[in-house]
C-alpha cells in the first residue's frame, strides 16, 4: 500500500475530501470549536492533521471532542468507537450502518446499505462484528 492509499481510507482523510476542506482550514474550525467549549486556544499547522492521518498519533481527548461536535455527534460516541472510528459516523452512508440495531434485521438491512462500491477492509471490519454479535444472539 502507498501512501496515498493509506491517507485516502483514513476517515479524517475521508472525511476533509467529502467536505472539500484543506488541514489548515478543518483545524482553524477545530480550534474555535475548542475555544467555544472551553477549553482554550489550540495550535492547527496542518502537520498535525498529516500525524493523525498517519497514525503517529491520535488527536488528545478535547480535541476529538471538538471534531465530534463540529461534526454533530455526542461525546459518547467517542467512547464508543474510539479514534479514528468514530469519524465514520460523520458520513451518512456509514452512520446508517454503524448504527444498525443488533439484530438478524439490522444485519440484513446493513449489508443492503453497504451495497455497490465498498472497501473491503471497513466493510470486513463492520460486517464480522455485526455478524459475529447477531450469531451469538
Known amino acids: 500500500m502507498t501512501a496515498t492509499d493509506a491517507l485516502e481510507r483514513h476517515p479524517l482523510a475521508d472525511l476533509l475530501a467529502r467536505r472539500g476542506l484543506k488541514a489548515q482550514a478543518y483545524l482553524v474550525r477545530v480550534s474555535e470549536q475548542h475555544q467555544r ?32 461536535a463540529l461534526e454533530g455527534i455526542g461525546p459518547e460516541t467517542i467512547h464508543t468507537h474510539g479514534w479514528p472510528g468514530w469519524l465514520l459516523l460523520a458520513m451518512p452512508e456509514n452512520h ?14 446493513a449489508l443492503e446499505i453497504a451495497g455497490g462500491p465498498v472497501d473491503r477492509r471497513k466493510f470486513l471490519i463492520t460486517t464480522t462484528v455485526t455478524l459475529g454479535t447477531t450469531v451469538a444472539q
Open 96 to 109: 446508517t450502518i454503524l448504527t444498525a440495531p443488533w439484530t438478524t434485521s439490522g444485519t440484513v438491512r
Open 37 to 68: 467549549m472551553g477549553y482554550g486556544q489550540m495550535a492547527y499547522r496542518k502537520e498535525k492533521v498529516s500525524r493523525w492521518i498517519r497514525g503517529d498519533y491520535a488527536p488528545s481527548y478535547r480535541t476529538q471532542l471538538a471534531m465530534a
